[in-house]
């Protein structure tokens, strides 16, 4: 994949060498090989000794990574500058050493906008990389979803990328626009944490839902799914990709509920002259979750064709509620409450 376009870059390099290095998946030492023997990039030297790189810089590491795990040498590709490594990348998409990737040479690309700069550069990673089997071009990257719309130039991409800390309900809309404004075929969301109302929502929106993990293995498992589905035209959700894409709770063991209704909204009319009141939030809450707890329960008897969701719905909410309420114990014993 090929990294056509950034933001524009901060006024001062921001990326210290050990944060470039881990980007990139290689050790400081061999990148300060790269600068010191090859001149293969220049980062800016402050006043404290410490190396800086601006996003360009970060760019041209990832490319010169990218190329020496397909396997140039880095003396023979440090002297290009970023057209002819673009170039090089393009061209060579299969390795040349054997690294097991498959041809791109005659597919046409996927046609890809970024919202996160953070994903657009793990999405470089060799890891990544090698798992392609027709190449990436990233038309863009922005920082927010709002950004994207209003940047959209008119031109359709296959596939909209989204990495969000949090996921709420309330994004959909701009999620929506940033895809009308780019005609996008598939939208796929990277994120880090929500509830099970917002990841259900989403799903059922269409968009391809991961918990962004850590390692780039699992990262490029799921950009490999996303190339099958564009290629293959699968539908924008079902059963299995419910199954597939959303974090998996069955390892989890559901305990039955240890506070009723009666017990929750005797807490949660508790005077507001307690210092705190998060018992009555927390109390509010799990009533909310063993509400819809019950009720996905139902929905999964009723309807024999969203079984499979509603039964996980109902996992997610019972294992949300078990954690509410060890939470709640937690701080009724931190403000004195008593609990039965």
Sequence with gaps: MVLKELLVPAAQPTFRSGAVARMAGMPVSTLRIWEQRYQAVGPTVAPSGHRLYGAADVERVLLLRQLTERGYAIGSIAALDAAQLQQVTSTHSASPAGHGVRSARGTAALRLIVVGQALALRLQRAAVVQRQTRPWRVTAVFESLAEASHAAAGVAVDLLLWQTPGLQVSALPGLKAAQDAWRVRQVAVAYRFAGAAATSAFVAAGAVMLREPGDDASLAKWATSLEIRLVQGAPAADAQSVRR?????????????????????????????????????VAELLMQLSSFESYSADCANRSPADAELHAYLQRVAGVSRGLFEAALERVAHQEGLMLP
């Design 245 to 281: 894409n959303t974090p998996d709770v069955a390892a989890n063991p559901i305990a039955p509920r240890r506070f009723n209704d009666a017990t929750l909204t005797a807490i949660a009319g508790l005077s507001p002259t307690l210092a705190c009141e998060c018992p009555r939030h």
